[in-house]
């Protein structure tokens, strides 16, 4: 299933979110947000809030691989759960 999303690995430098996409003729970037600081300087809640969103597409395919570990009830939950730590881990660290 196609995504609408923008394609690419999301990531943040600042308080900018940008899909970052590799292909054989480009090296792209795409601003997705900006996060608007109070008085014009980052603070720890706008850096949580850029990781927060820069992660949204990591978070997504957490939660898609783990319905689908549900619906088949397979036991290699081993994945699905490293999957979700990785996920989390870059939403919050």
Same mark, same amino acid.
């Given at each position: 299933?196609?995504?609408?999303? !923008?394609?690419?690995?999301?990531?943040?430098?600042?308080?900018?979110?940008?899909?970052?996409?590799? !292909?054989?003729?480009?090296?792209?970037?795409?601003?997705?947000? =900006?996060?608007?600081?109070?008085?014009?300087?980052?603070?720890?809640?706008?850096?949580?809030?850029?990781? =927060?969103?820069?992660?949204?597409?990591? =978070?997504?395919?957490? =939660?898609?691989?783990?319905?689908?570990?549900?619906?088949?009830?397979?036991?290699?939950?081993?994945?699905?759960?490293?999957?979700?730590?990785?996920?989390?881990?870059?939403? !919050?660290?």
């Amino acid at each position: 299933m196609k995504t609408k999303h !923008t394609d690419g690995q999301w990531k943040y430098s600042g308080l900018t979110i940008y899909a970052h996409k590799v !292909t054989d003729t480009q090296d792209s970037r795409k601003i997705i947000a =900006l996060i608007d600081p109070k008085r014009g300087e980052p603070s720890e809640e706008n850096e949580a809030n850029a990781k =927060l969103i820069s992660s949204a597409p990591d =978070l997504l395919e957490a =939660l898609k691989a783990a319905r689908k570990l549900i619906n088949q009830e397979r036991k290699d939950a081993l994945t699905v759960r490293e999957i979700i730590q990785q996920a989390i881990d870059k939403a !919050t660290k």
